[in-house]
């Protein structure tokens, strides 16, 4: 039987203001745009028709850059597709979280939120061009639990410029007094076309960020909070339902500008150019995937968690004896304690998930 995918990824890229960091597929907002863009939208959610999901993600960009009435309308074009899903997550940034757009929410169903705070410091926030404070993200979190909302990320970018182990630790001080249940960090990492890396800021060394992830590492998991993926901390029980049909390497539908769709044996990416979008031509690459092709998603993204990667599943699907085959390679990695083995599971320890890119590529 065909499984049929059950995660869709909308992709919203309006933004209010850049920020003089990003390289994501992001544009100004423009309400015009905006109401066309959702018209495309729907055409391309006609197309696939991606009923029976268990999850939703709807990131960005900003989806509350919307104004309220588009973002009730993006809501609308998504009910037919919600109901009786597991996770229904939405992206939003402090500034324009709004007591409306968070009623909406809780009123269409969506249960888990991710805020973009990036960094508690509010000098620092300016001078990246964001355009909200700490005690903005205070406000909107306190908001979002009046309304019962007790699925929390937040987000925060580790080697920022004029960024201290002293700012780090008062960054996830701050954060953690917000009684949230899920915390991703990111490496900045910085594009040629970005203000910042014009203004000749440059990524920090791989040491100074290892120095940082330490500091991050000791403190969350002091605080209960467990390493579950490479980039991502949660409460027991609070792991992205949603991200992990990535990490399984499991199908899923991807819509809007720029957006990524695994269907089938085809790894699809949306054009990133608006016009075209708006005139219904979505796709713009389509990797046909061989079966080695598979295999190396599975190791490349199956080992990003703790969860691990299933030797018995990996033989049942593809043949391949990971272990038989690599077994020098793997006993060396055990036993310098970058990777373990538990019920035929292969899972990174923390050392492990520090240097994964190494451990992939002597294992594919
Ligand atoms: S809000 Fe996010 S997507 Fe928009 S400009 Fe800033 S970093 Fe980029």
Redesign the pocket.
């Known amino acids: 039987m065909i499984k049929l995918p059950s995660a869709l990824y909308v992709h919203i890229p309006f933004?209010e203001?850049?920020?003089h960091?990003?390289d994501?597929p992001?544009l100004q907002y423009f309400r015009r745009f905006a109401f066309a863009y959702l018209e495309s939208l729907k055409e391309e959610l006609i197309h696939y028709q991606p009923y029976g999901l268990k999850t939703i993600y709807v990131g960005?960009?900003?989806p509350t850059a919307l104004e309220d009435d588009l973002f009730k309308q993006l809501l609308n074009l998504l009910a037919p597709f919600s109901n009786g899903v597991k996770e229904y997550t939405f992206e939003a940034?402090p500034e324009s979280l709004s007591e409306e757009k968070i009623k909406l929410m809780h009123q269409y169903g969506v249960n888990r939120l991710s805020i973009?705070v990036q960094t508690t410091d509010d000098r620092l926030l300016k001078k990246l061009n964001?355009q909200h404070t700490f005690n903005d993200v205070q406000k909107a979190v306190k908001l979002l639990k009046d309304y019962g909302f007790d699925n929390l990320n937040v987000d925060l970018i580790l080697g920022l410029p004029h960024t201290s182990q002293r700012l780090l630790a008062k960054d996830l001080d701050n954060i953690l007094s917000l009684g949230i249940q899920h915390i991703s960090c990111y490496a900045l990492s910085l594009h040629p076309h970005t203000v910042l890396y014009n203004r000749g800021y440059r990524e920090l060394s791989e040491d100074q960020m290892r120095d940082y992830y330490d500091t991050v590492e000791a403190v969350l998991t002091k605080h209960h909070f467990i390493h579950y993926e490479v980039s991502n901390y949660c409460l027991s029980g609070y792991e992205c339902i949603h991200n992990y049909t990535y990490w399984r390497n499991e199908q899923y539908y991807g819509v809007g500008l720029g957006a990524a769709g695994y269907l089938g044996n085809i790894r699809y990416k949306n054009t990133l150019n608006l016009n075209k979008y708006l005139k219904n031509l979505f796709i713009d690459e389509k990797e046909q995937l061989q079966q080695h092709d598979r295999l190396v998603y599975q190791i490349m993204l199956n080992l990003r968690t703790l969860e691990g990667l299933s030797l018995i599943k990996l033989k049942a699907d593809f043949g391949v004896d990971l272990y038989q085959d690599k077994k020098a390679t793997i006993d060396d990695f055990i036993n310098r304690k970058y990777l373990v083995l538990e019920d035929e599971n292969l899972k990174p320890t923390y050392e492990g998930m520090m240097i994964l890119d190494t451990i992939i590529l002597k294992l594919i």
């Open positions: 933004c203001k850049i920020c960091y990003c994501f992001k960005g960009g900003t940034n973009g964001r």
